[in-house]
Every structure is written in structure tokens, then in C-alpha cells.
């Protein structure tokens, strides 16, 4: 009788783990760091280390009482999330303030969800929505945006052998443009590290595509009916391939994450047309962060040898269309009529119900 292995599935091994996904993140984000020193000096840097400093304290004592685990921290999430929380805001955003928002995107975006790659809605936008809500006259502050004693370097000219020319004007404003949120200021280098981040196969296309051609072909059409249309290209570049592709928010398959990448892009120009401005990307991403699971549901890959029912498919489709834009359409509701506010309360009450509940069954 030969002998024979036995082996156990998975076949399919790696050796990565979330800690090396994590710092290729870092690594794609840490030029945008630097740049945003270029233009304001040490300020805008302060800010990013605030978030991440209020992230990483807040995982470290949450996850050591409630979890036991004080070395949950090394897996670098706390940190990813904290510079993604500082790329979105403006330079001379209150230090405590980003703290609050640092420690308040781990504990009610990640941690009481159950830990990473549980969670339901990105943290990092759920940190500027808590800096947003409890702390509206920092946020909406225009001092927070500029200040000209403190402007380093505001552009380059980098490009100036191409004479005084339209093209080089564009491509030194592509490198650096000292305007906008701190990670807004270098549409190069977002997109040198998206297509890092892409090599690495740390995200996919997918949905960065699908937002980015639904926004473009949605802004013209708008343009055409006279909406007044706020793009800021470095924001949608740090939304579309920073925030959007977050794993455990987004859908699997590359047919859903394309369609939710569309829908992103839908609620950008919705938001448009209802002249929302600081929170279009957080709204349009929180948003489409609900509907991961029946997206993702809605496109699972054919079980082989079974019927495909496409009538149940399209009134399933259309059905999901249906509830998104509706959803839409009710967050553009509260927005103008300043109930956001309750919404996240009763997201917080929401979380610490189901956090305890879930504690006291154990």
C-alpha cells in the first residue's frame, strides 16, 4: 500500500498578515506627510501625530480592559486609521480636538464592533463625523484652513521649462497645490501611492474606477444643468483610493465592488446637488458602507450547474438602487435640517447597547 499525505486546505498560503498590510499603507501614505511639511511647516504634521496619538492611546486601553489584548496596537491599524483621520483635515485643526476624533474612530469605528476587520463603516471617517458633530465651531471654522504667517510653500514650479504655459501651470499644481485638507495637497503623490498600494495588491481597481468614472462623467451632466460642483481632485483621490477600499467596509467580489464604487460616486454628485460641502465624501462613503453586505450579497458568483434567475437578479438590483438613493436622499434631509447631530447619538447608544449585550452573554 503507497503512502500517502494528508494535507489540509487552505492550499493557498501567504506570508502576509495585517501588520505588513498596514505599513504598505503607511508607506503609501508617509510622502503626503512630508509634502504637507513643505506647505505649513510642522503644523500639519502635528495634527496627523494628534489622531494618531489619540487612536493608538484609546486602542491600547480599550483592548487591554474589555479585551485583554494590550498588544492589539502592534498590528499598526490604530495608526493607519489616525493618518487617514489627519489627511482629511485642515491644517490648523485643534490639537485636542483631532485627539478626540483619533480615539473616538477606534473605539465607535473598530473596537466595539469587536476588533479589526469586524467593524461596519470606516473608522476614520467615523472619527470626523464625531469631531464634526461635537465639536461644529472648530470644524467649520475658516481659520482652521489658512494662515498665511504660516505658509511655507504654497506651490513649485517644477515644470517651468515648459515656458509659461497651461500645461505646466497644471503639472506643478498636480505635484503641489498648498490648498484644501492636509491630504489634498499632492494629487501626484496620491496617486504614486495608490499605484503602490496597487502593486502591492493591497487594493483593488475596482472601485476606485467606479467611483472616479460615475464623478466625472456625473460632473459634466451637472455642469450642463448649472449645479454648482465643488471638486477637489486631491479629496476625491484620497476618498476613492484611500477610504473607499477599505476591506472589511467594502464589498468582495470585483463585480460588487465595482457597482459600489458607482454608487459611491452617485451619492458624491447627489450631495452635489443638495450643496453639501465639507461632508461629501464622508456622507457618500459612510453611506455605501451600509449597503456592503447586499451589494456584496446581491453579486455573489454563480454556485456551478445552477440557474441563473435573472429576474429575481434585476428586482433585487433595482430594489438595492432603490434603497440607497433613498438613503441618500434622507442623510441630505438631516443634513439641512441639523439632525445629524441625533443620528449620532443614537449611533453611539446604539454601539454601547449592543457592546454590552454582547459582554454580559459571554
Same mark, same amino acid.
Given at each position: 500500500? %503507497?503512502?500517502?499525505?494528508? +494535507?489540509?486546505?487552505?492550499?493557498? *498560503? +501567504?506570508?502576509?498578515? @495585517? $501588520?505588513?498590510?498596514?505599513l504598505?499603507?503607511?508607506?503609501?501614505?508617509?510622502?503626503?506627510?512630508?509634502?504637507?511639511? !513643505?506647505?505649513?511647516g510642522?503644523?500639519?504634521v502635528?495634527?496627523?501625530?494628534?489622531?494618531?496619538?489619540?487612536a493608538?492611546v484609546? %486602542?491600547?486601553?480599550?483592548?487591554?480592559?474589555?479585551?485583554?489584548?494590550p498588544?492589539s496596537?502592534?498590528?499598526?491599524?490604530?495608526v493607519?486609521?489616525?493618518?487617514?483621520?489627519?489627511l482629511t483635515?485642515a491644517?490648523? $485643526?485643534?490639537?485636542y480636538?483631532?485627539?478626540?476624533?483619533?480615539?473616538?474612530?477606534?473605539?465607535?469605528?473598530?473596537?466595539?464592533?469587536?476588533?479589526?476587520?469586524r467593524n %461596519?463603516?470606516n &473608522?476614520?471617517? @467615523?472619527g *470626523? %463625523?464625531?469631531?464634526?458633530?461635537?465639536? &461644529?465651531?472648530?470644524?467649520?471654522?475658516?481659520?482652521? #484652513?489658512?494662515?498665511? =504667517?504660516?505658509?511655507?510653500?504654497?506651490?513649485?514650479?517644477?515644470?517651468?521649462?515648459?515656458?509659461?504655459?497651461?500645461?505646466?501651470t497644471?503639472?506643478?499644481? +498636480?505635484?503641489?497645490?498648498?490648498?484644501?485638507?492636509?491630504?489634498?495637497?499632492s494629487?501626484?503623490?496620491?496617486?504614486?501611492g495608490?499605484?503602490?498600494?496597487l502593486?502591492? =495588491?493591497?487594493?483593488? #481597481?475596482?472601485? &476606485?474606477?467606479?467611483?472616479?468614472?460615475?464623478?466625472?462623467?456625473?460632473m459634466?451632466?451637472?455642469?450642463?444643468f448649472?449645479?454648482?460642483?465643488?471638486?477637489?481632485?486631491?479629496? !476625491? !483621490?484620497l476618498g476613492?483610493i484611500y477610504?473607499?477600499?477599505?476591506?472589511?467596509? +467594502? &464589498?468582495?467580489?470585483?463585480?460588487?465592488?465595482?457597482y459600489y464604487g458607482?454608487?459611491?460616486?452617485v451619492?458624491?454628485?447627489?450631495? #452635489?446637488?443638495?450643496?453639501?460641502?465639507?461632508? $461629501?465624501?464622508?456622507?457618500?462613503?459612510?453611506?455605501?458602507?451600509?449597503?456592503?453586505?447586499?451589494?456584496?450579497?446581491?453579486?455573489?458568483?454563480?454556485v456551478?450547474?445552477?440557474?441563473?434567475? #435573472?429576474g429575481?437578479?434585476?428586482l433585487?438590483?433595482l430594489?438595492?438602487?432603490?434603497g440607497i438613493?433613498?438613503?441618500?436622499?434622507?442623510?441630505?434631509y438631516?443634513?439641512?435640517?441639523?439632525?445629524?447631530q441625533?443620528?449620532?447619538?443614537?449611533?453611539?447608544?446604539?454601539?454601547?447597547?449592543?457592546?454590552v449585550?454582547?459582554?454580559?452573554?459571554?
Open positions: 500500500m %503507497e503512502n500517502k499525505q494528508i +494535507t489540509y486546505s487552505p492550499y493557498i *498560503r +501567504t506570508k502576509d498578515n @495585517v $501588520t505588513k498590510v498596514m504598505d499603507v503607511i508607506i503609501a501614505l508617509t510622502p503626503i506627510v512630508g509634502i504637507s511639511y !513643505l506647505v505649513y510642522i503644523t500639519p502635528l495634527v496627523i501625530l494628534a489622531a494618531v496619538m489619540g493608538v484609546a %486602542e491600547v486601553i480599550f483592548s487591554t480592559i474589555f479585551y485583554k489584548k498588544n496596537v502592534l498590528d499598526l491599524s490604530a493607519v486609521t489616525g493618518m487617514l483621520l489627519g483635515l491644517p490648523f $485643526t485643534s490639537l480636538v483631532v485627539a478626540f476624533g483619533g480615539a473616538s474612530a477606534v473605539i465607535f469605528g473598530k473596537l466595539m464592533y469587536g476588533g479589526l476587520g %461596519e463603516f &473608522p476614520a471617517l @467615523v *470626523r %463625523e464625531f469631531m464634526t458633530i461635537f465639536f &461644529p465651531a472648530v470644524m467649520t471654522s475658516g481659520a482652521i #484652513w489658512y494662515n498665511q =504667517d504660516a505658509l511655507r510653500l504654497s506651490s513649485v514650479n517644477i515644470f517651468g521649462f515648459l515656458g509659461n504655459t497651461g500645461l505646466a497644471y503639472l506643478n499644481n +498636480t505635484f503641489l497645490n498648498g490648498s484644501g485638507a492636509i491630504g489634498e495637497y494629487v501626484l503623490l496620491l496617486i504614486l495608490g499605484l503602490y498600494l502593486l502591492r =495588491d493591497r487594493i483593488s #481597481w475596482h472601485i &476606485p474606477a467606479g467611483m472616479f468614472m460615475t464623478v466625472f462623467i456625473g459634466f451632466i451637472l455642469e450642463f448649472k449645479v454648482d460642483v465643488k471638486l477637489s481632485l486631491g479629496g !476625491l !483621490l476613492g477610504m473607499a477600499t477599505d476591506m472589511p467596509t +467594502t &464589498p468582495s467580489t470585483q463585480l460588487a465592488k465595482f458607482k454608487m459611491i460616486g451619492a458624491i454628485l447627489l450631495c #452635489w446637488v443638495h450643496n453639501v460641502q465639507f461632508e $461629501t465624501l464622508s456622507y457618500s462613503i459612510l453611506i455605501l458602507n451600509a449597503f456592503a453586505k447586499p451589494i456584496n450579497n446581491l453579486y455573489r458568483p454563480k456551478f450547474g445552477t440557474k441563473v434567475n #435573472w429575481s437578479i434585476i433585487k438590483g430594489g438595492l438602487f432603490v438613493i433613498a438613503a441618500i436622499e434622507a442623510v441630505m438631516l443634513h439641512h435640517a441639523g439632525y445629524m441625533y443620528v449620532v447619538y443614537a449611533y453611539i447608544v446604539y454601539m454601547i447597547v449592543k457592546f449585550r454582547v459582554k454580559m452573554n459571554k
